[in-house]
T-cell receptor, first 109, second 115 residues
Framework: DQQVKQNSPSLSVQEGRISILNCDYT??????FLWYKKYPAEGPTFLIS?????DKNEDGRFTVFLNKSAKHLSLHIVPSQPGDSAVYFC????????FGTGTRLQVFP | DTGVSQNPRHKITKRGQNVTFRCDPI?????LYWYRQTLGQGPEFLTY????????KSRLLSDRFSAERPKGSFSTLEIQRTEQGDSAMYLC?????????????FGPGTRLTVT
């Protein structure tokens, strides 16, 4: 069973606009949630995390929101830049990381 | 370069052969993880070590797979009698076990193709 789900396989956003990537999870025992970015031919790169006791964490252009009652988290990128074009993975932690299937973000000029 | 390194980057092998991959973690990291990623999927956990102790193995890790981290530094993942279904990207990651967020840093992966 898929404990972490990213239902949108792709997203296309204009440069300068907001990108919103979504993730749903099923296990309320997860203690941390993380977002990773992956370029082709590279391993995933850690982007930002949030503890299950928080509802928001911000780092520069990246903000992660956690809604525990809905078991939903989202990553906001503002403003989006062409260099943000990559596959974004949501992951949830319980000793090990459980990843979603990824969302391919394309930022066009 | 002080990131996680993996060798080889690509491996093509015939069905039934054995293969071994190596991972060198970030030097001060005491946790080391192996993941497998197939097309259209996120990385799937295989196993992890804290220092030289292998603490958990996924049921994905059949008895044809074995991982070692003999001195708590680099790790090897061996697949015996490879099958076409083993074709995937094998990712290694390392982290510090701080008791807080386990922010794992990934290597570039080894792409295995079994023909």
């Amino acid at each position: 069973d898929q404990q972490v789900k990213q239902n949108s396989p792709s997203l296309s956003v204009q440069e300068g606009r907001i990108s919103i990537l979504n993730c749903d999870y099923t296990n309320s025992m997860f203690d941390y949630f993380l977002w990773y970015k992956k370029y082709p031919a590279e391993g995933p790169t850690f982007l930002i995390s949030i503890s299950s006791i928080k509802d928001k964490n911000e780092d520069g252009r990246f903000t992660v929101f956690l809604n525990k009652s809905a078991k939903h988290l989202s990553l906001h990128i503002v403003p989006s830049q062409p260099g943000d074009s990559a596959v974004y993975f949501c992951a949830a932690q319980l000793d090990k990381l459980i990843f979603g299937t990824g969302t391919r973000l394309q930022v066009f000029p | 370069d002080t990131g996680v390194s993996q060798n080889p980057r690509h491996k093509i092998t015939k069905r039934g052969q054995n293969v071994t991959f190596r991972c060198d973690p970030i030097s001060e990291h005491n946790r080391l993880y192996w993941y497998r990623q197939t097309l259209g999927q996120g990385p799937e956990f295989l196993t992890y070590f804290q220092n030289e102790a292998q603490l958990e193995k996924s049921r994905l890790l059949s008895d044809r797979f074995s991982a070692e981290r003999p001195k708590g530094s680099f790790s090897t993942l061996e697949i015996q009698r490879t099958e076409q279904g083993d074709s995937a990207m094998y990712l290694c990651a390392s982290s510090l076990a701080t008791g807080l967020a386990y922010e794992q840093y990934f290597g570039p992966g080894t792409r295995l193709t079994v023909t």
